[in-house]
């Protein structure tokens, strides 16, 4: 069994996120190979994805969301909403279709406490009110409900947009532009060109599985637990779907803990890199890579969970500073008089070689917005956008 550090593991994890080397030109890229960037926030996605592209600005992530449509965000993994490359929608869209309540046909109705016949009639109905039309919620709720009935509104008025994510999943809807404050919903077919409906996306459990090699590259070594938690299954069916994969995977030793790898990286191990880097809330690196106590060391944890909503969801919440793959400060951004004010807090001392990181850091992300960055530390007080 291959031994490893977590300063090797930390290593790996920072390139195949592309956090050490950017990538140049195409943004899907970096999109696919952290398996989507979480996008509930959306300026936390577009910040995630131009840390990963050499010379990006927020203008031309959203181009490639809104104008060329290369990149298309929809509910995906953990029912949040997601980015992920156009091209491969139908892949995600079948992997999480693939989940138990999917597994038996029409199970998904009563999933969301409908009949067969409700849940079949509320598609054909989204599909139909989208044909060719960029709808808010309420536009959406009001062309539906009025051709399957009144208990369609409520359900999609909600805030959660429970009926949403199975549509979605069906490759009926996914989001347009924002419109003002508000979002829009869009028909892939009719966006983006994209075949992705049921009945042309490929097969739910080759798919998941494909997901899941994908997975073990970007964030491994990992165990099923770190498996379950970031795919949304129960522990029994992860750890399935590792023993599935046969002898494509392995197991590694990472200082005293047992996870697995793909076997066709278990020698590909770099040394410790120097990386900090300033980055979003909702990050992906944060989401899929375990333990949590590594990543997010305990003393830094109590520090996240007094600031904030941190209370709830931990590190994710925060923007945070990573230092050689760890979290190692939280920081804020605000946009005023034509620059981006950015204050960090740092839990780790800086020396002058990291301080110097730190300023590039702050630059790159002036750039992106298309200001200039002024940088400033001390203890942070509260959120600013």
């Known amino acids: 069994m291959n031994s490893l550090t977590w300063d090797q593991v930390h290593a790996r994890r920072l390139a195949r996120h592309h956090l050490v080397k950017p990538v140049s030109g195409d943004l899907r890229k970096p999109v696919r190979d952290v398996c989507g960037v979480q996008a509930q926030v959306a300026a936390a996605a577009e910040l995630a994805i131009g840390s990963r592209v050499r010379d990006a600005t927020r203008e031309r992530v959203r181009a490639e969301l809104y104008d060329d449509k290369r990149l298309v965000k929809t509910y ?57 039309e960029c709808l808010t919620r309420e536009e959406l709720a009001g062309e539906v409900s009025g051709r ?20 979605a999943y069906l490759g009926v809807l996914c989001f347009g532009p924002v419109r003002g404050a508000k979002v829009t919903y869009v028909r892939p077919d009719r966006w983006a060109g994209l075949k992705v409906e049921l009945g042309e996306q490929p097969d739910p459990e080759e798919s998941a599985m494909e997901i899941i090699r994908r997975y073990l590259r970007a964030y491994g070594p990992a165990t099923h637990q770190d498996l379950a938690r970031w795919f949304a299954l129960r522990p029994p069916e992860a750890r399935e779907a590792l023993e599935s994969l046969g002898d494509e995977i392995v197991q590694v030793e990472v200082e005293g803990r047992k996870a697995y790898v793909l076997a066709a990286d278990e020698s590909r191990w770099p040394s410790q890199v120097s990386c900090l880097r300033l980055l979003p809330q909702y990050e992906a690196y944060i989401l899929g890579s375990g333990p949590k106590e ?92």
Not at 148 to 167: C, F, I, M, Q, T
Not at 331 to 341: I, L, P
């Open 76 to 132: 995906s993994l953990r029912g949040t909403l997601h980015v992920h490359a156009a091209d491969e929608l139908a892949l995600w869209l079948a992997a999480m279709r693939w989940k138990p309540y999917w597994r038996a046909k029409g199970s998904w109705h009563a999933h969301h406490g409908l009949t067969a016949k409700q849940g079949e009639s509320f598609v054909d109905a989204v599909r139909e009110a989208l044909d060719g």
């Open 148 to 167: 399957v009935g009144a208990w369609a509104k409520d359900k999609l008025a909600s805030n959660w947009g429970e009926l949403l994510r199975p549509v």
């Open 294 to 385: 590594v990543v997010v060391p305990k003393d830094t944890a109590g520090r996240v969970f007094e600031h904030g909503r941190g209370r709830y969801e931990g590190a994710v919440a925060h923007q945070i500073m990573l230092v050689d793959g760890v979290v190692s400060g939280m920081w804020e951004r605000r946009e005023k008089g034509g620059k981006v004010e950015i204050k960090v807090e740092s839990f780790v001392e800086l020396d002058s070689g990291r301080s110097e990181e730190l300023e590039r850091e702050a630059e790159r992300v002036g750039r992106f917005y298309g200001a200039e960055a002024t940088l400033s530390m001390g203890r942070l007080t509260g959120r600013k956008r």
